[in-house]
């Protein structure tokens, strides 16, 4: 069964920065390209960012682009998100998703981790 | 960029029908076949439901059903269950090559 397990999650102060990972088991990771998803508490979901299978793609949201970097390991099939110069709306629940290229859909996702930017 | 537009509730008995819509531009939902659908119970992980406006993952069931038209998708769930109740997500790639997802819906099965 896949497994995506999220970590790293956290209480940060604005201005802070926060690193999350995303282990994933039983799947092909090197071989999807990958997502991270939030939800803010009481709203919907919100598409993150996304990196291509090797790296050399990455796209993000307006809201966190120059903040936030997304990467990868594919010898350690896992997923990052440095999050950097953090503010309160970026207080959510993140999830690590695969995004499968061919359908442009979630197809498998964590439980996710919850960050909180507060003073 | 702003959220594709769903209404923010429905509701259905059992066994009836209910669709629900996803309105977007011709830069996301007009402009591709990449519209999904995702269900999501409180405290779980989302789960795919849709795929390319119409197709169903395996084990998905074939009372949920996605159609396309112009700008806007729709999802379509038959002989509501009350395990059916949830939020429900729609999203479409866009001309951006981002995603972007509805402001979702709540289900409630009356």
């Known amino acids: 069964e896949v497994q995506l397990v999220e970590s790293g999650g956290g209480l940060v102060q604005p201005g802070g920065s926060l690193r999350l990972s995303c282990a994933a088991s039983?799947?092909?990771?090197?071989?999807?390209?990958m997502s991270w998803v939030r939800q803010a508490p009481g709203k919907g979901l919100e598409w993150v960012a996304n990196?291509?299978?090797?790296?050399?793609?990455?796209y993000y949201v307006d809201s966190v682009k120059g903040r936030f970097t997304i990467s990868r390991d594919n010898a350690k099939n896992s997923l990052y998100l440095q999050m950097n110069s953090l503010r309160a709306e970026d207080t959510a629940l993140y999830y690590c998703a695969s995004f499968t290229i061919i359908s442009r859909a979630f197809d498998y996702w964590g439980q996710g981790t919850l960050v909180i930017v507060s003073s | 960029q702003s959220a594709l537009t769903q209404p923010a509730s429905v509701s259905g008995s059992p066994g009836q029908s209910i669709t629900i819509s996803c309105t977007g531009t011709?830069?996301?939902?007009?402009?591709?076949?990449?519209v999904s659908w995702y269900q999501h119970h409180p405290d779980k992980a989302p789960k795919l439901m849709i795929f390319d406006v119409s197709y169903r993952p395996s084990g998905v069931s074939y009372r949920f059903s996605g159609s396309k038209s112009g700008n806007t998708a729709a999802l379509t769930i038959s002989g509501l269950r009350a395990e059916d109740e949830a939020d429900y997500y729609c999203?479409?790639?866009?001309?951006?090559?981002?995603?972007?997802f509805g402001g979702g819906t709540k289900l409630t099965v009356l």
């Open positions: 011709s830069s996301d939902v007009g402009g591709y076949s990449y």
């Open positions: 039983a799947f092909t990771f090197s071989a999807y390209w």
């Open positions: 990196i291509k299978q090797d790296g050399s793609e990455t």
């Open positions: 999203s479409s790639y866009t001309s951006r090559s981002t995603v972007i």
